[in-house]
C-alpha cells in the first residue's frame, strides 16, 4: 500500500462533534504525530469541507462526511469515538465498507475496553490504549507487500485464518517533546471564537491543551486510564510553552482550559503552569481534586490568571462516595476546598451524576441539597451512564446485557431503563427537575456577579466581539428574568 497524497489516509469525528466548541485533541495529536513522521493526512471536519461549511444537523453532516469519503476514497479511514457515540461510527463503517475499498482503523476508549467486539462489528484494526506510537507503525506496516500485524504492540486484528488477535500491550510513551496537535487541519476560527463553552461560563477566546497524561485514581465509573494509564506522565515545560504561545499568537486564543484529568497532582507541575500562564499574561482553567488543592496552590493558581477549577463531586451521599464511585474523598473536603476558591476569587465548576448503582431517592435528595449548599458558578449535573472498562459496567452489567446499539437513544441527560441499576423511582422526572433548580440558582448568580465580565472587557482586546457576546447573553438572561417575574405575577 502506498500513501501519495494526504487524502490517503484520512481521520474522522463522529458527525455531532462537528459543532462542538471544544476540538478533539486525541485526533488532532494522532494527525500532528502522523505528519510529523513523514505521512500527512486530513481530518474530515468543517475545515476540510470549505471555509463557509457550518454543521447541518447530525443526519446530514453524516451524510456529508460519507459523499466526501466516498469522493476521496481513502485507503485508510481512522475513526475516534466515544462509547454514547460508538453506534453511529459502526454505521459509518459499515455504510463506506459498501461504497469502496479501504483499511478501517478505530481507537478511544470504548474501542480500547472492547477490541474483539469491535473487530466483530466490522473494524479491521483496533488501537488499544495510547494511539500515536501505535497509529504509526500500523501505517508504516500495512506498506510492506507481505505486513506482518503480530509485531505491532497495542493492536487487534482478525488474522488470515479468521482469528481475532489481540497483541501484547505497548508501553506508554515519553510525551516530554511530543508533537503539537495538528491545529491547522480543523477549523479554528470556529473553536476560538468568543464563548463560554470552553471555560465554562467564561466568555472569552479559548483552546484547550493537555498538559499531562494518566490517572493514579481509579474511581469505578471511569475509563480514561484504560487509555493513558494510572502513571502520570508530563511534557516539558518548553514543549506546554511553545503550544499555548502558538495558540496565542496565531490564533488570538485570550485563555487555555487544561484538559489534564487532575492538574494538581504535582505540586511542582502546577508550579511551572503558573509560571507559564503568569508570564503569557493568559488567563486559564484547569480540572482538579478537591483533596489536592491546598490554600497556597490555590492563592498560587489564582495569582496566575487561573479563572475557574472543575471538580468532578459526583455525589452528596457519602455512601455512593465510599461505596459505589471510590472518590477517596469526604464531602466536608469538598465544602473546604469550594470556600476557598471563593476566598480567592477562583470560580467552581461541580460535576454530579445521578442514577449510580444502587442510589435511593433519600441519597440522591442529598446530592441536591449539597449542590445548592456549594453555590458552584457552573455545574454539570448527569446521568451515570455505564461505560466499558469501568469496574460499575464489569460488576453490574452481565456480559452482553449491553451492546453498542443500546447507546443509540442515550446521552449523559437522558436515562435508559437498561442501563438504570439505581432505586430511584422515577430517573428521568427526577433529573430533569433538578437541572432545572440548580440551573436557576447558577443564572441568578450570573446576574448578581459580573465584575468579572467587567475585567475581562478592560484587560482584553476584542472587545467589540467581546460587547456583542455580552449582549446576547444579557439579552437571554433578561428574558429568562422576564419569564421568572411573568411566572410571578401569574401566580398572584
Same mark, same amino acid.
Given at each position: 500500500m502506498k500513501f501519495d497524497k494526504p487524502t490517503d489516509i484520512a481521520l474522522i469525528l463522529p458527525p455531532h462533534r462537528l459543532k462542538d466548541i471544544r476540538y478533539s485533541l486525541g485526533l488532532l495529536y494522532i494527525a500532528g504525530y502522523l505528519r510529523d513522521h513523514g505521512y500527512d493526512n486530513v481530518i474530515l471536519e468543517n475545515r476540510f469541507f470549505g471555509p463557509d461549511y457550518e454543521y447541518r444537523g447530525r443526519d446530514q453532516t453524516r451524510e456529508d462526511i460519507i459523499n466526501k469519503l466516498v469522493e476521496i476514497k481513502p485507503?485508510?479511514?481512522?475513526? @475516534?469515538?466515544? @462509547? =454514547?457515540?460508538?453506534y453511529e461510527v459502526v454505521a459509518m463503517n459499515r455504510k463506506l465498507k459498501s461504497e469502496f475499498n479501504f483499511i478501517s482503523i478505530i481507537g478511544g476508549p470504548h474501542a480500547t475496553a472492547l477490541p474483539k467486539e469491535m473487530i466483530n462489528l466490522g $473494524?479491521? $484494526? =483496533?488501537v488499544i490504549g495510547e494511539g500515536e506510537a501505535t497509529a504509526l507503525e500500523l501505517v508504516r506496516e500495512l506498506q510492506n507487500e507481505n505486513p506482518d500485524f503480530s509485531k505491532i504492540k497495542g493492536i487487534a486484528y482478525r488474522n488470515s485464518a479468521g482469528e481475532i488477535i489481540v497483541n501484547e500491550s505497548r508501553? /506508554?510513551?515519553? =510525551?516530554a517533546n511530543l508533537s503539537l496537535p495538528a491545529y491547522d487541519k480543523i477549523k479554528m476560527e470556529k473553536y476560538t471564537k468568543m464563548s463560554d463553552e470552553v471555560i465554562r461560563g467564561v466568555p472569552i477566546k479559548a483552546a484547550v491543551v493537555m498538559a499531562s497524561r494518566g490517572c493514579p485514581y481509579v474511581c469505578t465509573f471511569c475509563a480514561c486510564n484504560r487509555v493513558y494509564g494510572h502513571r502520570v506522565r508530563y511534557r516539558s515545560m518548553i514543549n506546554i510553552k511553545q503550544e499555548i504561545q502558538h495558540l496565542r499568537d496565531k490564533y488570538n486564543v485570550e485563555g487555555i482550559w487544561f484538559a489534564d484529568d487532575t492538574m494538581t497532582i504535582s505540586k511542582e507541575h502546577i508550579k511551572n503552569i503558573c509560571a507559564i500562564m503568569k508570564e503569557l499574561k493568559m488567563f486559564w482553567g484547569a480540572q482538579a481534586r478537591v483533596d489536592l488543592a491546598d490554600e497556597k496552590i490555590i492563592k498560587l493558581m489564582k495569582d496566575s490568571g487561573? /479563572?475557574?477549577l472543575d471538580f468532578g463531586v459526583e455525589s452528596g451521599s457519602q455512601r455512593i462516595l465510599d461505596e459505589i464511585v471510590n472518590k477517596k474523598v469526604k464531602l466536608e473536603q469538598t465544602k473546604t476546598t469550594f470556600a476557598l476558591c471563593k476566598k480567592y476569587g477562583i470560580r467552581t465548576h461541580a460535576s454530579f451524576m445521578l442514577g449510580l448503582p444502587t442510589e435511593t431517592d433519600s441519597e440522591a435528595a442529598e446530592t441536591l441539597k449539597f449542590a445548592q449548599k456549594l453555590k458552584p458558578n457552573w455545574y454539570a449535573f448527569g446521568i451515570f451512564t455505564p461505560l466499558p472498562g469501568t469496574e460499575l459496567y464489569e460488576k453490574y452489567y452481565a456480559p452482553g446485557e449491553i451492546t453498542h446499539d443500546n447507546y443509540k437513544e442515550v446521552t449523559f441527560h437522558k436515562p435508559s431503563k437498561k442501563f438504570d441499576k439505581s432505586k430511584i423511582t422515577d430517573l428521568a422526572a427526577l433529573h430533569a427537575k433538578w %437541572?432545572?433548580?440548580l440551573w436557576e440558582g447558577i443564572k441568578w448568580r450570573e446576574i448578581f456577579h459580573p465584575l468579572l465580565f467587567i475585567k475581562l472587557l478592560v484587560v482584553l482586546p476584542n472587545k467589540v466581539e467581546r460587547l456583542r457576546y455580552y449582549g446576547f447573553k444579557f %439579552? %437571554? /438572561?433578561g428574558k429568562y428574568v422576564w419569564n421568572k417575574i411573568g411566572l410571578k405575577f401569574s401566580l398572584k
Amino acid at each position: 500500500m502506498k500513501f501519495d497524497k494526504p487524502t490517503d489516509i484520512a481521520l474522522i469525528l463522529p458527525p455531532h462533534r462537528l459543532k462542538d466548541i471544544r476540538y478533539s485533541l486525541g485526533l488532532l495529536y494522532i494527525a500532528g504525530y502522523l505528519r510529523d513522521h513523514g505521512y500527512d493526512n486530513v481530518i474530515l471536519e468543517n475545515r476540510f469541507f470549505g471555509p463557509d461549511y457550518e454543521y447541518r444537523g447530525r443526519d446530514q453532516t453524516r451524510e456529508d462526511i460519507i459523499n466526501k469519503l466516498v469522493e476521496i476514497k481513502p485507503k485508510i479511514i481512522g475513526f @475516534t469515538s466515544s @462509547t =454514547i457515540e460508538i453506534y453511529e461510527v459502526v454505521a459509518m463503517n459499515r455504510k463506506l465498507k459498501s461504497e469502496f475499498n479501504f483499511i478501517s482503523i478505530i481507537g478511544g476508549p470504548h474501542a480500547t475496553a472492547l477490541p474483539k467486539e469491535m473487530i466483530n462489528l466490522g $473494524f479491521n $484494526f =483496533i488501537v488499544i490504549g495510547e494511539g500515536e506510537a501505535t497509529a504509526l507503525e500500523l501505517v508504516r506496516e500495512l506498506q510492506n507487500e507481505n505486513p506482518d500485524f503480530s509485531k505491532i504492540k497495542g493492536i487487534a486484528y482478525r488474522n488470515s485464518a479468521g482469528e481475532i488477535i489481540v497483541n501484547e500491550s505497548r508501553p /506508554l510513551m515519553d =510525551i516530554a517533546n511530543l508533537s503539537l496537535p495538528a491545529y491547522d487541519k480543523i477549523k479554528m476560527e470556529k473553536y476560538t471564537k468568543m464563548s463560554d463553552e470552553v471555560i465554562r461560563g467564561v466568555p472569552i477566546k479559548a483552546a484547550v491543551v493537555m498538559a499531562s497524561r494518566g490517572c493514579p485514581y481509579v474511581c469505578t465509573f471511569c475509563a480514561c486510564n484504560r487509555v493513558y494509564g494510572h502513571r502520570v506522565r508530563y511534557r516539558s515545560m518548553i514543549n506546554i510553552k511553545q503550544e499555548i504561545q502558538h495558540l496565542r499568537d496565531k490564533y488570538n486564543v485570550e485563555g487555555i482550559w487544561f484538559a489534564d484529568d487532575t492538574m494538581t497532582i504535582s505540586k511542582e507541575h502546577i508550579k511551572n503552569i503558573c509560571a507559564i500562564m503568569k508570564e503569557l499574561k493568559m488567563f486559564w482553567g484547569a480540572q482538579a481534586r478537591v483533596d489536592l488543592a491546598d490554600e497556597k496552590i490555590i492563592k498560587l493558581m489564582k495569582d496566575s490568571g487561573c /479563572l475557574q477549577l472543575d471538580f468532578g463531586v459526583e455525589s452528596g451521599s457519602q455512601r455512593i462516595l465510599d461505596e459505589i464511585v471510590n472518590k477517596k474523598v469526604k464531602l466536608e473536603q469538598t465544602k473546604t476546598t469550594f470556600a476557598l476558591c471563593k476566598k480567592y476569587g477562583i470560580r467552581t465548576h461541580a460535576s454530579f451524576m445521578l442514577g449510580l448503582p444502587t442510589e435511593t431517592d433519600s441519597e440522591a435528595a442529598e446530592t441536591l441539597k449539597f449542590a445548592q449548599k456549594l453555590k458552584p458558578n457552573w455545574y454539570a449535573f448527569g446521568i451515570f451512564t455505564p461505560l466499558p472498562g469501568t469496574e460499575l459496567y464489569e460488576k453490574y452489567y452481565a456480559p452482553g446485557e449491553i451492546t453498542h446499539d443500546n447507546y443509540k437513544e442515550v446521552t449523559f441527560h437522558k436515562p435508559s431503563k437498561k442501563f438504570d441499576k439505581s432505586k430511584i423511582t422515577d430517573l428521568a422526572a427526577l433529573h430533569a427537575k433538578w %437541572r432545572q433548580i440548580l440551573w436557576e440558582g447558577i443564572k441568578w448568580r450570573e446576574i448578581f456577579h459580573p465584575l468579572l465580565f467587567i475585567k475581562l472587557l478592560v484587560v482584553l482586546p476584542n472587545k467589540v466581539e467581546r460587547l456583542r457576546y455580552y449582549g446576547f447573553k444579557f %439579552r %437571554r /438572561l433578561g428574558k429568562y428574568v422576564w419569564n421568572k417575574i411573568g411566572l410571578k405575577f401569574s401566580l398572584k
